[in-house]
């Protein structure tokens, strides 16, 4: 590994998890690539089954309710879709119209707070659970 390629793995690995959830999705836009996996979940429909289904893999205890979308729904649109790559956006958008709506469901603790910290960010009113 050359001393330039060393020194991002070092820079990057002190990064948060929303700091690299925000990298990533920067590099995306800049590179015009997707992270999307090539075999994606089918959409259920309502996205909350969707949003729900990584999460129950994770070792519980963590849950995400959004209870209000702010005044900026395009930014939490784009968290929603960000914290979960299978919500289209038709789903994302119904997400912060139909409320109370629940993001991660039992999920890992750190994935849980990532995502309510997403979500504050973006202007939404979070509760973590």
Excluded: C, H, W, Y
Aim: glycine share 8%; proline share 3%.
């Amino acid at each position: 590994m050359t001393d330039k390629v060393e020194k991002l793995v070092e820079e990057i690995s002190k990064l948060t998890v929303l700091d690299l959830s925000e990298l990533v999705s920067e590099l995306q836009e800049k590179l015009g690539v997707s992270a999307m996996p090539v075999a994606a979940a089918p959409s259920t429909g309502s996205g909350q089954a969707a949003a729900e289904a990584p999460a129950a893999e994770g070792e519980g205890g963590g849950t995400v309710v959004m209870t209000a979308s702010g005044d900026n729904k395009i930014a939490v649109i784009k968290a929603l879709r960000e914290i979960n790559q299978s919500l289209g956006l038709q789903e994302a958008k119904a997400a912060t119209e139909n409320l109370p709506f629940t993001v991660i469901e039992n999920g890992k603790s750190e994935d849980a707070k990532a995502a309510a910290d997403k979500l504050k960010a973006a202007g939404a009113t979070v509760e973590l659970k």
